[in-house]
């Protein structure tokens, strides 16, 4: 069957780093999606990975390996506005997206 | 964990046709379901809001009588794009909304989507 996981919650300090790690299984592959979702609102785009390694983007970056089925998204220098649910989502031989339930980032002062 | 499926889940469609897409939550009773648009590479625009027996509630910029929404029980909330033209064509994926009894924390399923082309 079709599954992503990762975790249910994460907590970090204000100014470090935290990656969040995803694991999916997909019937065939067309790529890798986070979204950032604060409480209330939208999902936004965070980044898309098809092919294996590290993309950056600023304060996030996004890795991708196709043999391992896994994918991590990395926050660097946390900011309190970063306090979200990070969703990973894995894209099909179907073009459908198979969602993770979402991984809640408490960041402290 | 909680399912929300979209049927179906590709459509192709001539200019002018209208396309219903149905979006259920497979193992829970959902109140509000969310319908967005998704553009390649880009943020999920949100549509509207559509809330159990009640009408949806639309975001500005999105035409009600082209996008009708209709939710008429507490797992079934369907999208119909009526008069459908090329720039229609999307992905369209929705969401319900699950509030927990205990703690009170709101949480959203997503379905799979709905690629439509409209030719």
């Known amino acids: 069957g079709q599954n992503i996981d990762q975790p249910t919650e994460m907590t970090a300090t204000e100014g470090a780093i935290v990656q969040i790690n995803c694991t999916y299984q997909t019937s065939g592959f067309n790529g890798l999606f986070w979204y950032q979702q604060h409480a209330g609102e939208a999902p936004t785009f965070l980044s898309y990975?098809?092919l294996d390694g590290l993309e950056e983007k600023g304060r996030f970056s996004s890795f991708l390996s196709r043999s391992k089925g896994y994918s991590y998204l990395l926050l660097k220098e946390l900011q309190m506005k970063d306090s979200a649910s990070y969703l990973c989502?894995?894209?099909?031989?179907?073009?459908?997206?198979?969602w993770g339930a979402g991984t809640k980032l408490i960041i402290k002062p | 964990g909680a399912v929300v499926s979209q049927h179906p889940s590709r459509v192709i469609c001539k200019s002018g046709t209208s396309v219903k897409i149905e979006c259920r939550s497979l193992d829970f009773q959902a109140t509000t379901m969310f319908w967005y648009r998704q553009f390649p590479k880009k943020s999920l625009m949100l549509m509207a809001t559509?809330?159990?027996?009640?009408?949806?509630?639309?975001e500005q910029g999105v035409e009600k009588d082209k996008f009708l929404i209709n939710h008429a029980s507490l797992t079934l909330s369907t999208l119909t794009v009526t008069s459908a033209h090329p720039e229609d064509s999307s992905f369209y994926i929705c969401?319900?909304?699950?509030?927990?009894?205990?703690?009170?924390?709101?949480?959203?399923?997503f379905g799979p989507g709905t690629r439509l082309l409209v030719l």
């Open positions: 969401s319900a909304r699950v509030i927990t009894e205990t703690n009170l924390q709101e949480t959203q399923y």
């Open positions: 989502a894995g894209m099909d031989s179907n073009y459908q997206l198979i």
């Open positions: 559509s809330n159990e027996g009640s009408k949806a509630t639309y």
């Open positions: 990975n098809v």
